[in-house]
C-alpha cells in the first residue's frame, strides 16, 4: 500500500450537514451514487463496514472498520477493495474520511479524502473521478 498517495477534494454545498451526512451514511442514498453498491454498517466505531455490488461486470465485496463518527462532522473508516489486487491484510488499507464544515447559513464544505492506495494506476483513477463523485453527492444532497 503506497501511504503516501492521498486523494483529497472539497465541495460547497447548498445545504446543511445533516442533510449531507444523511447521503454519505444512509445505505438508500449511497446507491444513488456509489454505482449501486450494497452498504452494510452501523456506522459504529469499531464496528464493520461491508461494500458490496457488481462493477462493470465483477462482482465484489470490499470491507473495513469504522474509525471514527461525529455525527454531522467526520466519519472515517479503513477500506479494502478487492479492486486493489493486494492481500488482505491490515497494512492494505485504506483511510477513508469525510468531513463536513458549516461555512455559512445553508452551505457546508464537504471533504473527501483517501489515504493509500495500491498503485498510481489506481490513484489517478481516484484522482481523475474525484470532481464528478462529488458533483453527484452535491447533486443528491441538494
Excluded: C
Excluded at 464496528?47 to 467526520?74: A, M, P, R, W
Amino acid at each position: 500500500m503506497r501511504n503516501d498517495l492521498i486523494v483529497s477534494k472539497s465541495i460547497i454545498i447548498n445545504t446543511t450537514p445533516d442533510k449531507i451526512w444523511n447521503v454519505l451514511t444512509n445505505p438508500e442514498r449511497i446507491k444513488e451514487y456509489l454505482y449501486g453498491t450494497e452498504t452494510l454498517t452501523t456506522w459504529e466505531p469499531g464496528k464493520k463496514v461491508t461494500f458490496s455490488g457488481n462493477y462493470n461486470g465483477h462482482k465484489y465485496q470490499d470491507h473495513g472498520t469504522v474509525l471514527e463518527n461525529i455525527k454531522n462532522k467526520k466519519l472515517s473508516y479503513s477500506y479494502w477493495s478487492i479492486f486493489s489486487g493486494l492481500e488482505d491484510k491490515p497494512e492494505n488499507y485504506s483511510i477513508v474520511t469525510y468531513e463536513l464544515k458549516e461555512v455559512a447559513d445553508n452551505q457546508t464544505e464537504f471533504t473527501w479524502t483517501q489515504k493509500g492506495y495500491s498503485t498510481e494506476e489506481n490513484y489517478k483513477h481516484s484522482l481523475d473521478g474525484m470532481d464528478d463523485f462529488l458533483m453527484l453527492i452535491k447533486k443528491i444532497a441538494e
